[in-house]
């Protein structure tokens, strides 16, 4: 809160009507406080992040002639197979980066 040039209550960030005190709308982005910035940019580097540990399991399987041949074997098994298989926990250990990444400040305490 703070006052105007009557000396009334106005909350931040909205300005009061001259005549009225009733609220005029929305403030300019120029006129508003910073104090929120830093944190938003926080988090859309946490949600860029999130959506980047998303995305390269789709982006590794999908580009299929990168690792459509025989070698190096693993243990026998080709190179296509084991490839592929090695994703599945890769995915999961990327899935779970992602969930703690975009849940940061909203899961409940046990959880972080």
């Known amino acids: 809160m703070w006052h105007d040039e009557q000396g009334r209550d106005t909350p931040l960030g909205v300005p009061a009507n001259s005549a009225a005190g009733i609220p005029a709308g929305p403030v300019p982005a120029t006129d508003r406080p910073a104090a929120g910035r830093p944190a938003r940019a926080a988090a859309r580097r946490r949600q860029t992040a999130a959506v980047a540990c998303l995305g390269t399991p789709f982006a590794a399987l ?29 995915s999961a250990l990327l899935t779970a980066a992602a969930w703690r990444l975009d849940s940061r400040g909203t899961a409940p305490e046990g959880l972080r």
């Not at 690792?67 to 926990?89: C, I, K, N, T």
């Open 62 to 90: 999908l580009a299929v002639p990168l690792y459509a041949h025989d070698e190096p074997r693993l243990a026998g098994v080709p190179f296509f197979y084991w490839y592929q298989l090695a994703w599945v926990p890769l």
